[in-house]
């Protein structure tokens, strides 16, 4: 089993940062897409910003120009900064990675997710 613990979250005042971080556990081969997502009260979880395989990194409109991901394979983490937060921005976010471990008998895929982390934006 690949596990996913997120860090980094929490309460911040608009128009400040913070930097979420999702680390993996178990016996990974290779990553081959990194993201974070995330779900505010009473809405569907969304993208926020996915860095698929052998593709350019994507990010939600709602967050261009603010947020960056990036990724470290050797360490299997992958990390959220936010700068410049919104209300809206409010939500537990949540990471996702994918791609190929060992279950200890062969190399198969895998597709995991973080168990979500709150940010709380106050004005």
């Known amino acids: 089993q690949v596990q996913l613990v997120e860090s980094g979250g929490g309460l911040v005042q608009a128009g400040g940062s913070l930097r979420l971080s999702c680390a993996a556990s178990?016996?990974?081969?290779?990553?081959?897409?990194m993201g974070w997502y995330r779900q505010a009260p009473g809405k569907q979880r969304e993208l926020v910003a996915v860095?698929?395989?052998?593709?350019?990194?994507n990010y939600a409109d709602s967050v261009k120009g603010r947020f960056t991901i990036s990724g470290d394979t050797a360490k299997k983490t992958v990390y959220l900064q936010m700068n410049s937060l919104k209300l809206d921005d409010t939500a537990v976010y949540y990471c996702?990675?994918?791609?190929?471990?060992?279950?200890?008998?062969?190399?198969?895929?895998?597709?995991?997710w973080g168990q979500g982390i709150q940010v709380t934006v106050s004005s």
């Open positions: 996702q990675l994918g791609g190929k471990y060992w279950n200890g008998l062969y190399r198969t895929d895998f597709h995991s």
């Open positions: 860095i698929p395989s052998g593709g350019s990194t």
């Open positions: 178990g016996s990974i081969s290779s990553i081959n897409t």
